[in-house]
């Protein structure tokens, strides 16, 4: 989606826009503030579970990244035994200055669960 010919950007990715369809399979719903590129302030939104870059103009996927290190801190919260690791990706994702591509997000997130299985095996 952040790396398509015409990026788009969901710009509200929180865990009441995710529903669980089956056993690990996960969607995101509700697109309707989502936007493509030249994007806009969404001042709309609210700013605790928002990327300070969506409330301005010219935002691209560092909100969608921002939101989804939200995601798995909050996810902390209720999941006990979710990894440190995992966890410290999500800060990782929301507190870098220069937040990562999501393509580099989701490596980050890969490499910690090929460590976790290696350490199963």
Same mark, same amino acid.
């Given at each position: ?5 015409? $990026? ?7 865990? $009441? ?10 969607? +995101?719903?509700?697109?309707? !503030?989502?936007?493509?590129? $030249? ?5 709309? +939104? ?27 801190? !909050?996810?902390?919260?209720?999941? +006990?035994?979710?990894?440190? !690791? ?13 937040? $990562?591509?999501?393509? !580099?997000? +989701? ?15």
């Amino acid at each position: 989606m952040h790396e398509a010919e015409t $990026p788009i950007f969901h710009r509200d990715i929180r865990w $009441p826009n995710i529903i669980r369809l089956h056993g690990s399979q996960w969607m +995101l719903i509700d697109w309707d !503030d989502a936007s493509s590129m $030249p994007t806009r302030a969404a001042s709309h +939104l609210e700013h605790a579970n928002h990327a300070p870059e969506v409330f301005n103009d010219d935002h691209k996927g560092e909100v969608d990244i921002w939101s989804v290190g939200k995601l798995i801190k !909050d996810a902390a919260v209720w999941i +006990l035994d979710l990894s440190a !690791d995992v966890v410290e990706r999500g800060r990782w994702m929301q507190e870098t200055k220069l937040r $990562p591509t999501a393509a !580099d997000a +989701l490596k980050a997130i890969q490499d910690v669960y090929r460590t976790m299985c290696d350490q199963k095996i």
